[in-house]
């Protein structure tokens, strides 16, 4: 089973983009939902979280410029990105944890031009 993540793209520095994630109904017991991103010779960090009971947590380097939210109904998690730099440039990951572990998307390319 693997997440379906979506929304990446090319856009301008200053721009935005909202990435979505497609859990599978199959996965259930979901307790937190994710982001990460990997830049180019640069290890996976992560980005945003989103916990069952609704907290988030964000890295500091998109705190007030992202947004994670989730919609239970559709299975489906979103990251709103905005005013993107240069920086944010990399594969966006996104990633959901249970019971049972980790499953992880397929990453979804997010390219940010100065």
């Known amino acids: 089973v693997q997440l379906q993540a979506s929304g990446g793209g090319l856009v301008e520095t200053g721009g935005s983009l909202r990435l979505s994630c497609y859990a599978p109904g199959s996965i259930r017991g979901i307790k937190i939902r994710a982001w990460y991103r990997q830049s180019p010779g640069n290890q996976r960090e992560f980005v945003a979280s989103?916990?069952?009971?609704?907290?988030?947590t964000y890295a500091d380097s998109v705190k007030g410029r992202f947004t994670i939210s989730r919609d239970i109904a559709k299975n489906t998690h979103y990251l709103q990105m905005n005013t993107l730099r240069p920086e944010d440039t990399a594969v966006y990951y996104c990633n959901i944890g249970n019971h049972l572990g980790e499953t992880w998307g397929l990453g979804t390319l997010v390219t940010v031009s100065s």
């Open positions: 989103i916990t069952a009971g609704g907290m988030v």
